[in-house]
């Protein structure tokens, strides 16, 4: 088999860039080794960036997004029993963001694909990425029992964090940046009403919370637990309590409960792979860094890379010029690191380490109440989870 663009990977990246490409004229095919049932319900991020969904509406994908998605204009920080709101469009110039499900988008991406796309392979597990630095990458993979060969002009990495793309580039030439974090997330969904309207970031002695929504009648709720805590250890009347206490307020405010359809726990985890580019081979998303979710940051950061990519390859198709193709790692670089000091400022401001002293924990309450009132220091958040732009090329 033979195409312009490998892309590895069918979560939102590589589905995205597959749209991408197909608008732009350039062909490709997708490799993904799992099934699409589990693709189309792996419960993960919820939030998108104004950019995010703007790059989605005119990728054709924007139609049930407009209808279901649910427009944010601001979170809640809650702490010290206090609540305070962030409004974002009056610290930003107008920008918001909008919950609507990672699972939602694969499905939506995935639809057009197989209505108009290029060829979108399930249980097809790419082996290994060969000749990356030659003019005729290739893709190992095994598809339906048997060994094959995709043949390209580029492979783009979209394989989440274990991956094989990334192994294609010589460890001499590769630095990793990474921090793991002694705590994890528990993640439910619950059939009820969201409890409040927004998102509530929750700061509590005995640790982090949240709660977010998937639908008006869906809550989705996480709450800091041991790492390496099991989902299953955890009865659902004890999550509804330390909900309930981490969530608390002087105000009377009430988190409703419901039954719980969903529990999983989520490691918290650091890491950036440096360059993101080798040759003919481009990673993107999860495959090139991760960030703990605090900020909601994972997905959207894929979103930029891919439509920096296909900006790339488009320049180089009208223009004949790899300058943006040379420039593609930097250019991610930039935004990405905004993205790991901003989710690292989050989770630090906002979960309790095992080890943290009482000078720790009245530091954070600091720095909670001067985002409370100071508008510079809350115009500094406003800006960061609204997100950065994508790509200073345009
Ligand atoms: P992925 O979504 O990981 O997609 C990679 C795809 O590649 C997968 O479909 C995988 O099956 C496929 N693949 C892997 N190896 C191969 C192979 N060898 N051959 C073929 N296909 C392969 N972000 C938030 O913002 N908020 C959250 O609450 C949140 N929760 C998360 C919970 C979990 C458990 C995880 C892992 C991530 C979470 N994230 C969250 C991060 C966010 O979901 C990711 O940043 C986002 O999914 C990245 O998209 P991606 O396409 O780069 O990678
Ligand atoms: C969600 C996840 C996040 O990491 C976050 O910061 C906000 C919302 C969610 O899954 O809804």
Redesign the pocket.
Known sequence: MRTTVGI????????LLARLLHDAGIDSVV????DRE??EH??????LEQGTVDVLRAAGAGERLDREGLRHDGIELRFDRKRHRVDFPALTGGRSVTVYA?TEVCKDLIALQLADGGPLLFE????EVEGADTDHPRVR?RHAGREDVLDCDYVVG???????ARNAIPAELTRVFERSYPYA?L?ILADVAPSHDELVYARHERGFALLSMRSPSVSRL?LQVEEGADAEKWSDDDIWGELERRFETEDGWRLERGPITQK?V?PMRSYVHEPMRYGRLFL????AH??P?T????????VGDVVTFARALTYKKETGSEERLDAYSATCLRRVWQAERFSYDMTSLLHRAPDATPFEGRLQLARLERIATSRAAETDLAEAYTGFPFDEQG
Do not use: H, M
Not at 8 to 15: E, S, T
């Open positions: 590895i990977g069918a979560g939102p990246a590589g589905l490799l993904e080794g799992r589990y693709v792996r419960q993960r991020a919820g939030i990672q097809a597990e790419a082996l993979f979209c394989d989440g964090f274990w991956g094989v997330w993640g996480y999983s989520t993107a998303g999860d495959a991760i960030v979710p900020g909601a940051k994972g997905l959207n950061l894929a």
